[in-house]
C-alpha cells in the first residue's frame, strides 16, 4: 500500500497502474482503519491490484477533486476510469463481489481497452 501525500501522487498513481484501489480516510476515523483492514485482505488475493491511501487530513484538496463526501470511501479504478465506488457503511462482501466480477472481466478479457 503506497501513502498518497498530494494530488499530483495520486493522478500519477492512477496512471502508472492499470487496476486501482484508492482508499480514503482520516487520522480521526477509528472505523477507517478497521475497514482498511479488511480490504487489504481482499487485496492479496489479486497480483496486481494497487492500493493508495489517502489521509483527507492531509490532502483536502483530494476531497473535491474524487467528490469524497463522506469517509471510509474506496475507489476502484481501471484504466483511469473509475468503476466501483462505495463509501461509508462499506459492505465488504459486496465490495469483494463487486471486485471479483471486475477482475474476471478484465481479466478474461486480456484487459479492456477504452476508447476515448
Known amino acids: 500500500m503506497r501513502i498518497l501525500n498530494s494530488l499530483e501522487d495520486i493522478d500519477m498513481f492512477i496512471k502508472d497502474n492499470s487496476v486501482t484501489i484508492l482508499y480514503f480516510s482520516s487520522l480521526k476515523c477509528g472505523v477507517c482503519t478497521t475497514v482498511l483492514l479488511k480490504i487489504k485482505e481482499i487485496i492479496n488475493e489479486y497480483s496486481n491490484l494497487k492500493i493508495g491511501k489517502i489521509e483527507i487530513d492531509e490532502v483536502k484538496e483530494a476531497i473535491g477533486r474524487f467528490n469524497v463526501f463522506t469517509i471510509p470511501c474506496i475507489l476502484v479504478f481501471f484504466q483511469e ?32 481497452k477504452y476508447e476515448s
Open 81 to 112: 476510469k473509475e468503476i466501483i465506488r462505495q463509501a461509508r457503511f462499506i459492505n465488504i462482501k459486496e465490495f469483494k463481489e463487486k471486485l471479483n466480477r471486475f477482475y474476471k472481466l478484465i481479466v478474461s478479457n486480456g484487459g479492456i
